[in-house]
């Protein structure tokens, strides 16, 4: 086999085995997010690698009759990219980094009251403990694996 063959063959084999260990992450996926002060089910949060780092992006929402089927971001910071955009769709979670069973470096935004957090990230039961930070504050919700 010449070197030049051998070199794609290594290569195209690589890129399918790191997808696949990507994809084997636990947090990757579809959760419903619920509200730690309502304990109501607020949306439906897709987690996603990208670069090596994870990613969440709101995939639906659940909004009770009369409230805006399409809300944005009307609270979001002005400078954010984010600011009057549209939830749905919307990336809530970025740059988050796999440390030991844990997840951080991130952050989340709260686009109902346009506040960002630190973010860290864990699995306790099979239920994804997200945790958003200001100071020695937080607030932690519990989303829940939709199959």
Do not use: H
């Amino acid at each position: 086999m010449k070197p030049f063959s051998f070199f794609l063959i290594f290569f195209i084999l690589s890129l399918f085995t790191t997808q696949a260990f990507a994809q084997q992450d636990p947090i990757i996926g579809k959760w419903k997010t619920i509200d730690d002060e309502t304990g109501q089910p607020k949306s439906i949060v897709e987690i996603y690698m990208r670069d090596g780092k994870f990613y969440g992006r709101v995939d639906s929402l659940f909004r009770k009759p009369g409230e805006d089927p399409n809300p944005k971001c009307d609270k979001c910071p002005e400078d954010d990219p984010r600011y009057n955009q549209p939830v749905l769709g919307m990336e809530i979670i970025k740059d988050m980094v796999k440390d030991g069973d844990e997840y951080t470096g991130g952050t989340i935004l709260d686009p109902k009251k346009g506040k960002i957090y630190r973010c860290k990230l864990w699995l306790e039961d099979g239920k994804l403990m997200v945790r958003g930070y200001v100071a020695f504050f937080y607030r932690t919700q519990t989303w829940y694996r939709v199959q």
